[in-house]
């Protein structure tokens, strides 16, 4: 059995500062660990799949998820699904086992309606200056309330992961002298180079999510 309480430490000194959000993917990493009866990914073992989009409330919830679960962006084992929300999807790579764990509605809102958002986030303040007895106590619960008050956890069911091996092949770029990986190279005339390189040199934008 995981326990999320075992990893706030840690995902404070992550994520720099006190929220409900962190700690309620810290919640949702270990359920959805416990679900499967896995136990953290040292490597690729595991792959993430959180709901989250860009820009919005509680986005803090990935940090949680990556120290739990070990799904992190440096393995690239975690990906964002850009749906807005906080499901998380795990699953176990070798056997295509998933569960999709997310927090409940109620405890979301619960969170929406305290001092912390109302007085402090909502009016801009960064989540480090809002002072501890008005976040203390948000970070408790979610850390302490059952979890069939905090989250809803689905059936295990299938998500097969396409596997693609991890590319050791590298070059120089020709225009900037830095390292890129062979499949991200380019063709400028003669040139191999960078994508930076080719969009600077040819002038051709390339279309990726990135902004
Ligand atoms: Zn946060
Ligand atoms: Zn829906
Ligand atoms: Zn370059």
Redesign the pocket.
Known sequence: MIKANDFYEHGLAL????????PMGLRVGAAALNALGVERAADGQLLALVELGEEHC?T?FA?GVQMITGCTFGKGNIKKLHYGKWGVTLIEVATGRAVRVTPKAEAMLANKQTAFFKDYREKGIP?SQVPLEVVQPLVDRVMNAPAEQLLSVGPIFEHPVERHPHSFAGLVCEACGEMVVEGYARLAGEQRVCIPCHERITGIREPRLAP
């Open positions: 994520h720099g500062h006190k929220c409900p959000a962190m509680a803090c940090d989540a």
